[in-house]
């Protein structure tokens, strides 16, 4: 008996069909990779809100981290947040700042020097400046610190901190007038309502920028950018401001270095006169006014 043999025969038309289905869906991929890689803006732009939003939790998981003392995850968390957004400099900010706390002033400066590229035709260079004072304070560098203090003062936006940090750098290079001077001057900005408008649109100003409001963005800058504030500032009540100022660690500290600064002259009366200024305005640092061992 002879058997034959069944074959069979694909069917061309669904070969044909199978083929294009497979095509379709590598061009598909193909193209997808190609987009994801070339990053179009169009792309960028769509993919902007979700990035940002990453990045600030990232930003805010950091920031917790480092009140924590926890310095070397904070690192991780800032580096990932600048990582999805670029733009987000709050993030490169406190990333070289949590290296100034760890003592890693190598990456802390090469840190802050790539905030002060972004910013370098930008009024918020003062941070940039602020950023490098803080850098060298910690060097004990005093000269170098204070060079950058002045520069964060001379863009006209340095408050009552950078005049304080200043001054107080000034003293230590043994120059008694100009920390005198800087410091009475970090005074008298401190209790200013210029002070405090100053800083409620620059906090303002940050928020618009973390949340990429473009719109509202524009508006702090152009008045951090008005030199005339006296029209806006009338919104601020003075007995409010007296009312803040009943504990203040800004005037504390003020008052601290200018009772320092007249002990070392054997001013005594005055130097009694500023500590009891500082234990008006921040109690906390009545340790310090003992260190002193002045008798104030």
């Known amino acids: 008996m002879k058997h034959s043999a069944n074959t ?19 061009i598909i ?24 939003v990453e990045s600030n939790a990232s930003l805010e998981e950091g920031n917790k981290l480092m009140y924590a003392g926890k310095y070397k995850d904070a690192v ?19 990333m070289g700042i949590a290296f100034l706390y760890m003592g890693d002033y190598k990456n802390a400066e090469k840190t802050f020097l790539q905030l002060g590229d972004i910013f370098k035709n930008d009024y918020r260079i003062e941070i940039f400046y602020m ?7 910690r060097k004990k560098q005093p000269e170098k610190a204070f060079e950058f203090y002045l520069k964060a003062i001379e863009t006209g936006n340095g408050g009552s901190y950078i005049h304080r940090k200043a001054g ?31 800083e409620a649109v620059f906090n303002a100003f940050q928020v ?31 007995h409010i401001l007296d ?33 009891a200024q500082c234990r008006r305005y921040a109690p906390d640092l009545n340790s310090k006014l003992i260190a002193l061992n002045a008798n104030l």
Request: glycine fraction near 4%; hydrophobic fraction near 45%.
């Open 8 to 26: 069979s025969k694909a069917n061309p038309k669904v070969d044909r069909y199978v083929f294009y289905v497979v095509a379709f869906i590598w």
């Open 29 to 52: 991929i193909i193209l997808f990779a190609i987009t994801t890689l070339i990053q179009p803006v169009w792309l960028v732009e769509i993919s902007k809100p979700g990035r940002r």
């Open 76 to 94: 991780v968390n800032y580096q990932f947040a600048f990582s999805v957004d670029s733009t987000n400099y709050d993030a490169l900010g406190n």
């Open 131 to 137: 950023n490098m004072g803080e850098l060298y304070e």
């Open 168 to 198: 107080y750098m000034a003293f230590l290079m043994g120059n008694d007038s100009l920390a005198i001077g800087l410091i009475q001057e970090s005074v008298e900005l401190t209790k200013s309502l210029e002070h405090y408008y100053d």
């Open 208 to 238: 618009a920028n973390n949340d990429n409001d473009t719109a509202n963005i524009r508006i702090f800058e152009a008045m951090l950018r008005n030199s005339s504030k006296t029209e806006s500032m009338i919104r601020f009540d003075e």
């Open 243 to 275: 009312l803040w100022l009943q504990n203040s660690k800004d005037l504390g500290y003020a008052y601290l270095y200018l009772a320092e600064i007249m002990v070392t002259q054997n001013r005594l009366d005055e130097a009694r006169t500023y500590a």
